[in-house]
């Protein structure tokens, strides 16, 4: 039941990002908090809950978006095993790596997102395009942290953070 609620904690974030965070667009961009919630999941859970958790995120983003559905749902699975495979490697327990990590997974994302936009036809200005990939990624990546911040109490309260 306790893992239940972490879940719980994506559909709620999910619904925020499609009603609240609407009105906190700068230059019309707002920041990703599933991608936020995903990349926290590579970082913190046990891997079996972060791909749980990824997958939820992603199909809640393809229910929510207009990209083809299953795109988010690929993607965020395969950003959180990169992120799982990365923190094997590397340790990321400082904020500045954790928000470079945010930064990056939110550009190669956007970025992906983009060509396959472009790649099924869709036109979209250069001028807009750079301005979702940079800007985008950089206000997901600024929100972070708090993300980060609000969110780690409650998964060491429900016990699923993975032991390094």
């Known amino acids: 039941m306790k893992k239940l609620l972490y879940l719980l904690f994506l559909l709620i974030l999910g619904i925020a990002q499609i009603s609240v965070l ?10 990703d908090l599933l991608l936020a919630g995903v990349i926290f999941s590579g970082l913190t859970l046990e891997k079996r809950w972060a791909f749980v958790s990824s997958a939820f995120a992603g ?4 229910s929510f978006g207009q990209a083809a559905f299953g795109f988010n749902t690929v993607f965020f699975v395969l950003w959180c095993f990169l992120i799982i495979k990365i923190t094997k490697e590397i340790q990321i ?6 928000l470079a990590l945010a930064f990056t997974v939110s550009f190669l994302q956007n970025l992906l997102t983009g060509i396959i936009y472009f790649y099924n036809g869709g036109h979209l200005p250069f001028g807009v395009f750079m301005r979702v990939l940079f800007l985008g990624s950089l206000y997901t990546a600024i929100v972070f942290p708090l993300f980060y911040r609000l969110a780690k109490p409650l998964i060491c309260n429900l016990s699923l953070n993975r032991v390094r």
């Open 93 to 98: 327990d400082d904020a500045l790596l954790r």
């Open 22 to 31: 609407q009105n906190l667009r700068i230059f019309g961009q707002m920041p």
């Open 59 to 62: 199909a809640l983003k393809d």
